[in-house]
């Protein structure tokens, strides 16, 4: 929790926090990348990634000042339960559409009488040396739940979404958000960009610090921060790889084409 406290903060100060997405097995991807960033976002949904690789990637970055943001695969109390039971800073729950939904990702994440999380917290609890009263307590002023903005549905009930007592951020998911406008695979289009900017501007005035999934072009990074994004998860831990051998490829094949003139 000391780690969400930390992100929680940042946002609260107005900084811009900075991180990527993981989707490999391999800790040494977090251990490598956590002291680098903000946050990690590490994915469930769209990855074969399993609860015990997600412990490891959580181990990983234990003694880093990372955030450790887990998406579930939905807005299920099963799988938050155990996520949060092994450790997460946070959850990210996907494809949200109304207040209710809110509700359930923000109750799942909370003991009661605050929420309906069962106890069984592992190492959170540093196994057990912190007392459940203690633990309980710090766990529901500090877990930080995320939704993410990826449907028309939600843009329409936003206020709602937004007003929902112990919602810590939302994120857009893009290319979700573009389908379901009737955009598929336009993430960029300007009607899509348009409506970010709308849900972007309800969310300053109510006081919720927004989030974005989106690629590694830095024009388009800086773009949306000065839109008002205070969070960004810039590409992920494969796409990343491919783009930086690339980069690198083709810049030696160019010089040694033109240095041997063939």
């Not at 469930?44 to 003694?63: N, R």
Request: glycine share 10%; hydrophobic share 40%; net charge negative.
């Amino acid at each position: 929790m000391i780690n969400a406290h930390k992100f929680t903060e940042k946002l609260q100060a107005g900084q811009t926090c900075l991180g990527t997405c993981i989707g490999l097995s391999d800790p040494q991807v977090a251990e490598a990348l956590g002291s680098k960033v903000d946050f990690l976002w590490i994915d469930l949904e769209h990855s074969a990634l399993e609860f015990e690789s997600v412990k490891c990637h959580l181990m990983a970055l234990k003694g880093s000042d990372c955030a450790a943001l887990v998406r579930v695969p939905w807005n299920d109390l099963v799988p938050i339960k155990r996520v949060l039971d092994i450790g997460a800073d946070g959850i990210i729950v996907p494809m949200i559409r109304t207040a209710e939904d809110v509700r359930l990702a923000v109750s799942a994440s909370r003991y009661p009488p605050e929420g309906i999380r069962g106890f069984g917290p592992l190492r959170p609890s540093d196994y057990g040396r912190i007392g459940a009263q203690e633990f309980c307590q710090h766990s529901n002023d500090n877990i930080i739940t995320i939704v993410q903005i990826e449907n028309a549905d939600a843009v329409r009930n936003i206020d709602e979404i937004l007003a929902v007592p112990g919602l810590s951020s939302i994120a857009f998911g893009p290319n979700d958000l573009a389908n379901s406008m009737g955009y598929r695979g336009q993430p960029g289009h300007p009607e899509v960009v348009k409506t970010m900017e709308k849900v972007i501007g309800r969310a300053q005035q109510a006081g919720i610090p927004v989030g974005i999934s989106t690629g590694s072009n830095v024009d388009e990074l800086c773009a949306w921060v000065d839109r008002g994004i205070q969070w960004l998860a810039t590409s992920g831990d494969v796409m990343l790889m491919v783009e930086a051998l690339i980069r690198v490829t083709s810049e030696v094949s160019k010089h040694a084409l033109e240095t041997k003139g063939v």
